[in-house]
Structures are given as structure tokens and as C-alpha cells.
């Protein structure tokens, strides 16, 4: 009997398919944040900009708003 190999790539993303199809992942979004990692604050340094001039923002890493209180910016719980 042949057996067929899955390449590494192919078996995450099925088992990534699977996690999404059980709800799995969307549970653990943050619920402060709704998954964007920012806060409902604007940046002070930058005033919601998300730019110093004519760079991006250190701060609030261009977003414009600090980062959720909740989840650190990760979206994430």
C-alpha cells in the first residue's frame, strides 16, 4: 500500500480550517478591542495621527490609538 505524505504546510492549513470551522479561534478574541489590539483612546503623542512628522509614530506604531488596556494590543485574550 502507497501512503501519500502531507507536507508540513498543507497539514497546518487543514488544521487551521478545522479550528476556524469549530469557533475555536473566534473565542479567544479580545472582547474589549474586537480583535484590533488598539484602545479607544487617541495617541497623545501623535494626537491620533498616527504620525510625527513625516515618520510613523513610535508610540502608538501608526495606529493613531494607544494600545488595548485589555488585551496589550494583541487582540487576544
Known amino acids: ?3 501519500r ?7 497546518v492549513v487543514a488544521a487551521l480550517s478545522i479550528v476556524f470551522a469549530a ?3 473566534s473565542a479567544a ?3 474589549a ?4 489590539g488598539t484602545g ?3 495617541c497623545s503623542f501623535c494626537n491620533g495621527t498616527g504620525s510625527k512628522g513625516q515618520f510613523k509614530c513610535s508610540f502608538c506604531n501608526g495606529k493613531g490609538f494607544v494600545k488595548c488596556g485589555s488585551c496589550n494590543g494583541t487582540g487576544q485574550r
Open 5 to 11: 505524505v502531507m507536507s508540513r504546510r498543507k497539514l
Open 1 to 3: 500500500m502507497k501512503r
Open 40 to 42: 479607544s483612546f487617541k
Open 29 to 31: 478574541v479580545c472582547a
Open 23 to 25: 469557533g475555536v479561534v
Open 33 to 36: 478591542c474586537q480583535g484590533s
